[in-house]
């Protein structure tokens, strides 16, 4: 799971990219609306928290860009006027949610794991796939009740796989939803992480599609 | 409409000018013209009279007794009628012949009545006594055979054939043939003047009238924006009014900008402030609680808790007063209600949240700022998003005043569950919007909806907010003369009832 985080403030953006870093996720950074318009358009975020007061381009300009371009990945605002017209207007072009500054990190996370589970067309706060079950608001991995211990790769691998549960997910978009975008990629890591879940979890969970990927075959 | 001091009806004023003005005019005139026509017609007379007395001397003869006599009859048949008015006489006032005559009566006048017309039947006229020069033509007034007034020219001839003998000639006729005319002119006269004067109050009328229409217009364009249904005072007005009107908006457009500005500057204050806060209390949170700076910590978040209160209220406050007196204010409720559902439809889709707009017709309108208006209904939506199992309702209303001020809710239930609701005191302002937000979540005792609206008081802390919404909105509401207040929802939750002054 990949965030951009846009925030012109290089205190908060530290410290967002820290507390979503710490929760499992690949954090990219924009400072300005630019680099974030740019990184939105040719990158693959699950989720994106963008603070509306930009240098250069402002933050709602960027989102109805995206938008407009298609790109469809939840978006949570940060706005520090605290105006609800802003907020109205930030929805109109295309946010999720909204928070107003100052606010409490935990609560970033709650929305920014909410989003990215409504997005995935999941409605319960866990996901399960047979025995395995992603509690995303502790971001915690059990298997039959069992806690499942992961590093961070090993993770965003397994919380990618289990949001597009049944669906087959190539090792590019897994690459594109995994690394943050400074980070040297290699597709042939993915088969790594892959090997080394394999083992973790119950057998067959994580099926290979000739030629496409993998998937992640929920037993009924 | 009330009168200051200078003040009046500036129709009043001009009508009063004008029409005095016009009355002093027709006055001055008829009094004048008046006396022309009159002057006029007694030099006529005069000269009819002198024409006669002239025909009178060249139609006397002397004959051989030195007895005056007449030629031929005057033409005009007017001295043969008896009384008619019109007369002539020739007395003789010395005669050489007649020395006795002179010397007896020591009296200038010789035989009086020498010779008459007709007209004078055997009426002698008296001649008052001033003895001319000869050739002299002299007028009397004085009283003819009838009694009435009578106009009378005399000359003292001497005859070419006589030059010893004098001769007084006089023509008389009724003053009334003077008067009369002058009389009937003047009455045609007056009539005309009056017809004048009336014809000219009218006009004068019709053109204050005309005259003063901008004025109307201007009124019906100030009014429009005090009540909120425009911006500025449209259209053209005539190169007097212009000037004002144009000064005006420009003063409006000046309002609005300082409003506009104030409220960037305290968004950008607030953006400025708000972000190194969201910094500061991070870090504290990030302070574990068994380390040495714990209670730094603790301190840090409970100040920036308190700092953010403050600059929250204080920024809605400060630009809320800004906004509350700046005429020609209206906002439209139904884009930004719709608005906020929107946002909150988005914003808890996860938790299948049903918010509805259940009514509120198009033309209501809110008499005051978007800004504070979103303020409001967005505290009290969020709050009641915030606090539903499954349905948030909103609707709003028009409340007439004196009206029983039937709640306008599809639950008839909605009265009853209203403890205090209609029996709110106090003087109501005209006409005022009433929007209903119900949710159907845990509620709130009777004596904990009061206290829910004092500063940074919370219901629950478990919730994340501030404990400022409520408050705001109350302070907002009051501050544009409004109200904000709790009461049971027939939904089962809450029901706050915002009310707030309508812009027609």
Redesign the interface.
Known sequence: MRILVVEDEPTLAAQLAATLGGAGYAVDTAANGRDAGYMGEVEAFDAVVLDLGLPIVDGLTVLKRWRALGRTMPVLILTARGDWHEKVAGIDAGADDYLTKPFHMEELLARVRALIRRAAGQASAEIACGPLVLDTRSGRVSVDGQPLSLTSHEFRVLAYLIHHAGEVVSRTELTEHIYAQDYDRDSNTIEVFVARLRKKLPPGLIETVRGLGYRLACPQ | MSRGPGGGSLRLRLLAGTLVWVLLTVVVAGWALGRMFAEHVERQFQAELATHLNQLAAHLAIDADGRPGLGAALSDPRFARPYSGLYWQIDVLADAGAEGARGQGGDAVGRPGALRSRSLWDVVLAVPRDLPADGQLHAHDTEGPDGAPLRMIEQVLRPAERPDMALRVIVAANAALIAEPVARFQRLLAIALALLAAGLAVAALVQVRVGLRPLARLRDGLAAVREGRSGAIDGRFPAEIQPLVEEFNAVLARNAEVVARARTHA?NL??AV??????????A??TRDDAPEAALARLVRDQ?ALA?TQV?YH?ARSRAAAAVDVPGLRTPLRPVLE??L??MD??H??R?LVVRLCACPEELAFRGE??DL??M??NLVDNACKWAAGRVEVRAARLDPGAAQPHPTAHPAGAAADPHGDGEPGARTPARLRILIDDDGPGLAADAREAVFGRGVRADERT?GSGLGLSIVRELARLYGGDARLEASPLGGLRAVLELPLAR
């Open positions: 968004g607030a953006h708000k972000t190194p806060l969201t910094v500061l209390a991070n870090a949170a990030q920036v953010r929250d920024l608005g906020l929107r946002l988005k914003v889709a996860g299948g978007a800004q979103q303020e209904l967005g994340p």
